[in-house]
């Protein structure tokens, strides 16, 4: 199983980023899938997630400025981040939850390797 996040960065606040989840080893089509997020001295927590319906939820700051994709054809994972602010500081990570209308659900593989989203203000 690898859960491979990319596209992190340095960004302004205000700006945007687009994260990508390239998976091999899972059945992606038949798995929710979440990014979840885990900023410098805190527990990591679920910012937003899409069943195997295409159905999607966001917790917290993420509503109404991150968006959520799959391409269950690719088995890849998006995440579009706008208008950002300092507090989205943290290394993003991908996984699939058993819930995704909670802040930290158990998921069903283990951690990749995340992607470090650092945002100046």
């Known amino acids: 199983v690898q859960l491979q996040a990319s596209g992190g960065g340095l960004v302004q606040a205000g700006g945007s980023l687009r994260l990508s989840c390239v998976t091999s080893?899972?059945?992606?089509?038949?798995?929710?899938m979440a990014w979840f997020r885990q900023a410098p001295g805190k527990q990591r927590e679920l910012v937003a997630g899409?069943?195997?319906?295409?159905?999607?939820n966001y917790l917290g700051s993420a509503k109404g400025r991150f968006t959520i994709s799959r391409d269950s054809a690719k088995n890849i994972l998006y995440l579009q981040m706008n208008s950002l602010n300092a507090e989205d500081t943290a290394v993003y990570y991908c996984?699939?939850?058993?819930?995704?209308?909670?802040?930290?659900?158990?998921?069903?593989?283990?951690w990749g390797q995340g992607t470090l989203v650092t945002v100046s203000s």
């Open positions: 080893g899972i059945r992606f089509r038949e798995n929710a």
């Open positions: 996984n699939s939850p058993y819930s995704i209308t909670i802040t930290s659900p158990g998921v069903r593989f283990s």
């Open positions: 899409i069943n195997t319906s295409g159905w999607t």
